[in-house]
Structures are given as structure tokens and as C-alpha cells.
């Protein structure tokens, strides 16, 4: 049985020779059960070497091959090419600059992450004699979900906050830095909610619901953001007790 064919028009961008983007179409005989990445790989090693796409694991765990599919932020390694027609537009995640083609530049999304702190802060080391810090199973449950998150992007791609507001810190470092806040070790709440309350403040947050709508790992980011918006309110408040006490 012969594969069937479709037509990849793909985002196309050289820093060094193109003054904007343009798109460059490729016809693949694609196997039924190939993902959108299996395509691009297939064009990179068969058809046009010089397409540039970033992509690693091809199991959805290291985030690296995020991008648009017709218009939708996607992992291009779990995307199931049976689920589009004869033609499927790829081009690079959204709200990002571009290096070149499908490949864009993460540098400022890392900033963003760094910003919330993504670490256990501790009050002060524990003494060996102390033993470890013990955390219950439910202790552990109030937070997992927002530990899920693989660094896709996606969320960013898909947020129309972020589109408008580029000092937005965004889903992604926002529940990272709302996971860190509600765990039972850490000690470092009160640093990331003047973070939270400050420039790109989680209050910039419409609550569009985009982010988890594309997320992959079901991290629901928009849930976090908005608990983190209570947490950081509270922290506000009790801040002027704390003073009056003292």
C-alpha cells in the first residue's frame, strides 16, 4: 500500500537573507501512524536539509518541539498526523522572536522562570541530627499537578496576555513559582509574592483559560495563576498585622 501525501506548508525564516518570514510547501508520503515531528523529520532528511526545528526526546518529556499546527500550539512529537487533512500548516510557537525557521529563542522565558524563584528556600538548613524534611502523601497532592510542567511553551504561545504584554511573567513561571509556595519545605512564599505582586504581576492574568487548554500535561496553569492571586493578596494583607505587632 502506498503512503498517503500531504502538503506541509512551513514557516521559513533566515535571519542572514530574509527580511520577514515567508512559507515553503513540501509534499511527504506520510505513514498512518506518523506524528507532525515524524513529517518534519522526514523533510529534513529527505527533501530540504537546511529546514531548522528543535526537537529531543519524541516521548513528550523534554518540551523542546512546541509548535503551531495550523494555528494551534502543539508538542509535534504526540500530534497524530491522522487527525488533519491533506494539507497542515506548521509554523513556530507564537510570542516568541524567532532564530531561525521553527526554531525560536528562549532566553527571555527563562528570565521569567528564574524571576519566581523555581527552588526550595529554606528558613535555615536543618542539622543532620534533624533528619529529612518529611512531607505527608496529601502534602504532596496539593501540589503535584503544578510540578508537571515540562517547559513547553505552549501556554505561552497560546496566551493573549502574554501577545499584548511581553513583561507578563506568564502561566508557565507563575504556577512553578505558585507549586514552590505551597510546599510544606519551603520557606520562601513571602519573596515570590512581591514577585507576583510586582512588574509582570499575576494579576495581569484575564483568565482566558488558553494555557491549559493546550497544555500537554494537564499542569492547569490558569487554575494556579488564579490561586496565586489569592496567596498574594493574603501575603499583602498580613503584612500590615505583622507590622502593627511588632
Not at 525564516?13 to 508520503?29: G, H, I, L, M, W
Not at 522565558?109 to 519566581?116: D, I, L, P
Request: charged share 25%; glycine share 4%; aromatic share 8%.
Amino acid at each position: 500500500m502506498s503512503a498517503e501525501k500531504k502538503t506541509f506548508v512551513v514557516t521559513r525564516f533566515d535571519p542572514d537573507r530574509d527580511e520577514a518570514p515567508k512559507t515553503q510547501s513540501y509534499e511527504v508520503p506520510v505513514q498512518p501512524d506518523w506524528k507532525v515531528l515524524d513529517a518534519l523529520n522526514y523533510i529534513k532528511d529527505e527533501i530540504d536539509p537546511t529546514l531548522s526545528h528543535r526537537w529531543s526526546c519524541r516521548m513528550a518529556v523534554c518540551g523542546s518541539c512546541g509548535m503551531n499546527v495550523d494555528g494551534e500550539p502543539k508538542l509535534t512529537c504526540k500530534t497524530s498526523l491522522a487527525d488533519y487533512g491533506d494539507t497542515v500548516e506548521v509554523s513556530p510557537l507564537s510570542n516568541f522572536p524567532v532564530i531561525r525557521d521553527l526554531v525560536i529563542e528562549m532566553d527571555g522565558f527563562m528570565e521569567k522562570f528564574k524571576a519566581v524563584k523555581p527552588w526550595i528556600v529554606s528558613a535555615k538548613e536543618k542539622a543532620v541530627e534533624e533528619g529529612t524534611h518529611r512531607q505527608s502523601p496529601e502534602e504532596l497532592q496539593a501540589f503535584k499537578q503544578f510540578s508537571m510542567c515540562i517547559n513547553c511553551m505552549l501556554c505561552y504561545a497560546a496566551c493573549p496576555v502574554v501577545a499584548k504584554e511581553p513583561d507578563f511573567l506568564g502561566p508557565a513561571a507563575l504556577a512553578l513559582g505558585h507549586r514552590y509556595n505551597m510546599d510544606t519545605r519551603d520557606a520562601g512564599s513571602r519573596e515570590r509574592n512581591e514577585v507576583f505582586r510586582g512588574e509582570g504581576s499575576v494579576f495581569h492574568c484575564s483568565y482566558a483559560n488558553e494555557c491549559s487548554e493546550v497544555c500537554p500535561k494537564n499542569v492547569d496553569p490558569a487554575a494556579a495563576v488564579n490561586q496565586a492571586k489569592l496567596g498574594a493578596v493574603v501575603d499583602w494583607a498580613t503584612s500590615f498585622f505583622v507590622r502593627r505587632e511588632k
